[in-house]
């Protein structure tokens, strides 16, 4: 039996016929960009969010980039944030202008250890940008109560935690800015790229949906510097179909963690992932923590047996040639040499899951 760490096999089958409906209704219409399902999709998902705004741009990084300049956020400023995270968080900083200022994060959470945000605020400080990785929502309160305290912007980074709670809260609709992506492979996925900024803030939401059009309140009316980074309307007609499946499909990743928790707790040298009390884990990716430096082994092991697995991420930002800084990150550092993520997918059964938990246990318990 061979597992990936991800498929849509199950997904596609479901709603395919569905799906094929919709993008020949848009195709029949003719209007591909900005058509009238891009309206309808924000307006749904900012139902969804419980977010004022939802802008749909072109990528979550198109939505970092324009989320960070639709807050203020520019040259010479400073935004901290986290190095443990996919590049793109601290490349949109860079994009604007800003430096990037990272802090350690938490071993059991993955997430930003907000308490050690205050040490790195300086005059120049203008946003924090959350990380809500693989699915765990970022402690939220102080953060918030941080930020209020030194009026600093939030932009949230939820490009991997799509319908996660923290505190009755979709993630997202708690800082000034949420950002989204809609990558296949996210808890929601289009089938090609796709963003999408939230906002509560109206003047916020105006300069960004100005900035996704070349800078244009009105066509040919461009009076800022923008991008051309819009959400197509065949990509919002399949997110608007998805959307309708959020909450089950994320309850399908929960089953999934309920699975291996059962068969694997026990199991010395592994750690599970944690899901503390503010939040309703998501589980985009299952990441792991592989002990005593064997998370190689136990990859090529699972490899040797059919089992898909993944490193998110092996190399924290920080280390990276475009900024090796030279910090002490220590769990940051230790992390990037011990997660591994195991197969996880919605339709996931008990059979993949339990061949999934004996392979783990056959290489922890062989003595290595």
């Not at 939802?54 to 944030?81: F, H, K």
């Amino acid at each position: 039996m061979k597992i990936p760490p991800f498929t849509t096999e199950e997904e596609t089958k479901l709603l395919k016929p569905e799906i094929m409906q919709e993008i020949a209704r848009v195709i029949d219409s003719g209007q591909f960009i900005m058509g009238p399902d891009v309206k309808t999709f924000e307006t749904e998902v900012a139902e969804y969010l419980g977010s004022k705004h939802a802008i749909g741009v072109n990528s979550g990084t198109d939505a970092l980039v324009i989320g960070l300049l639709a807050a203020g956020v520019g040259e010479g400023d400073e935004v901290i944030t986290t190095s443990f995270t996919f590049f793109a968080t601290a490349e949109a900083i860079s994009q604007v202008g800003a430096t990037p200022v990272f802090v350690d994060v938490e071993q059991d959470t993955y997430n930003m250890d907000v308490s050690l945000i205050t040490e790195k605020i300086t005059e120049k400080t203008k946003a924090i940008i959350p990380v809500h990785l693989y699915g765990h929502a970022v402690d939220m309160k102080p953060l918030m109560k941080i930020a209020n305290k030194f009026d600093l912007k939030v932009i949230e980074d939820v490009a991997q935690a799509f319908g996660s709670l923290y505190q009755y809260k979709k993630v997202g609709s708690i800082g000034d800015i949420g950002c989204y992506s809609f990558f296949p492979t996210k808890n929601l996925g289009a089938y090609g790229d796709g963003g999408l900024i939230t906002t509560d803030n109206d003047e916020i939401a105006e300069k960004a949906k100005m900035l996704r059009v070349h800078g244009a309140k009105k066509k040919y009316r461009n009076e800022i510097l923008g991008f051309n980074s819009r959400l197509d309307s065949i990509q919002a007609a399949i997110l608007r179909v998805k959307l309708r499946r959020i909450d089950e499909w994320n309850e399908g990743r929960r089953r999934v963690d309920q699975g291996y928790k059962k068969l694997l707790s026990d199991v010395k040298g592994v750690i599970l992932p944690s899901e503390q009390s503010y939040t309703t884990h998501v589980y985009h990716q299952y990441t792991t923590r592989v002990l005593d430096g064997k998370r190689d082994e136990l990859q090529e092991h699972l490899k040797e047996r059919g089992i898909g697995s993944m490193v998110y991420y092996p190399v924290p930002v920080h280390k990276l040639p475009l900024y090796d800084f030279d910090l002490e990150l220590p769990n940051t550092n230790k992390l990037a040499e011990e997660v591994l993520s195991l197969p996880i997918f919605p339709h996931m059964n008990e059979e993949k899951i339990e061949t999934v938990a004996n392979a783990i246990k056959e290489y922890c318990g062989s003595g290595n």
